[in-house]
């Protein structure tokens, strides 16, 4: 006897364009593999980058049709696969950023590990589901590319915008100096 398959509402598309392409349908619902969790959705953004895949532009990534988008999530962890050694449980409030070939605009998917972070009671499901990418933006800029330490001096250019004002955060966490001395000029933005 087959078990049913699961079910589940997404926005799928079947061929690049404007926002028209984008259709919602239910589809099967993922279900975790070794080392994933299943996540409920709660919150998802949408950001240039998501913009920019679905017209087919995105120079590093053009998905396998019909696809589903959407890099930050924010949700409840639902189940849990195989070899995922205790890091998240059912019912862990969770947040991240997915790898290019699952999405988060769909009610349930599927995440690893090193996408994922336990969301923090103060932070809300919504301000989590905008965090993954403009987050992750900042601290690459800062840090991995720039190599700020600790009592430099940096400057950042569109500090109002949704990568500018995080690395703002993340300057000041470093702990800047206050010396008049030249400083790096780190692009952001």
């Known amino acids: 006897m087959e078990m049913a398959q ?39 953004s949408v950001n240039p980058v998501d913009h920019k895949i679905r017209t087919g532009k995105y120079k590093m990534f ?46 349930y998917t599927v995440a690893t590990a090193r996408e994922l972070a336990r969301r923090p009671d103060k932070l809300t499901v919504n301000d989590a589901g905008a965090l993954g990418v403009a987050a992750l933006t900042a601290w690459q800029g800062l840090f991995d590319h720039g190599h700020l330490k600790h009592g430099e001096r940096v400057l950042i250019h569109g500090a109002a915008g949704g990568v500018g004002h995080l690395a703002v955060q993340f300057a000041k966490w470093r702990g800047p100096t206050s010396s008049p001395q030249r400083g790096k000029m780190i692009w952001i933005g």
């Open 6 to 44: 699961l079910l589940t509402k997404a926005v799928v598309i079947h061929r690049f364009g404007g926002p028209a392409v984008l259709k919602v349908e239910t589809i099967e619902r993922p279900v975790p593999g070794t080392n994933q969790f299943l996540i409920e959705v709660d919150a998802a």
């Open 62 to 107: 053009r998905p396998k049709l019909p696809a589903v988008i959407g890099r930050d999530v924010a949700g409840t962890i639902r189940a849990v696969g195989a070899g995922t050694n205790g890091l998240f449980k059912v019912g862990d409030r969770v947040f991240g950023m997915l790898d290019y070939q699952r999405g988060a605009y769909i009610r």
